[in-house]
């Protein structure tokens, strides 16, 4: 039991390892925990700042007004950005889908033909159908991912 208490009292104590500077012979600027000169070396003061991050008892009120309108500003155009994605992705589905059907047309039939306005039918050459499989195939490989 005392063996823990001291060892409590060693871990919670405050580690007041100093940081000094000294110039050597040659004019070399070094910092260390250790000086090798004491009589030369300077003990380096270090203030800690504990008014940072964003909270209602820290810092400026207005530096903490900037800092939160600026991540509002990031999560709108977050949330533009994943939107705008949703619909490009809705829409490349929707014309994926639509070259498919009708790549799987155009393949399923033995002749394609169009409709003049008039209501003839002109029928499509092989390569013409040759063709329009290749400009069918190029759209499904842009849209279908």
């Known amino acids: 039991m005392k063996k823990l208490i001291v060892l409590l009292i060693i871990i919670s104590s405050p580690v007041s390892a100093g940081i000094y500077t000294w110039t050597d012979n040659n004019g070399n600027v070094h910092f260390g925990d250790k000086p090798v000169d004491t009589n030369s070396a300077t003990e380096v003061k270090i203030s800690i700042n504990k008014n940072t991050g964003v909270t209602n008892s820290s810092g400026n009120k207005a530096d903490r007004e900037y800092l939160l309108k600026k991540i509002d500003e990031e999560k709108q155009d977050d949330a533009e950005k994943k939107k705008e ?14 070259y498919k059907r009708r790549y799987q047309s155009l393949t399923q039939s033995n002749k394609s033909y169009t409709m003049s306005p008039d209501g003839e039918r002109t029928y499509q050459s092989d390569e013409q159908r040759a063709s329009r499989k290749k400009d069918l195939s190029k759209g499904i490989s842009k849209y279908c991912h």
Do not use: E, P, S
């Open 85 to 98: 994605k949703i619909a490009l992705n809705k829409k490349n589905k929707k014309l994926c889908d639509n």
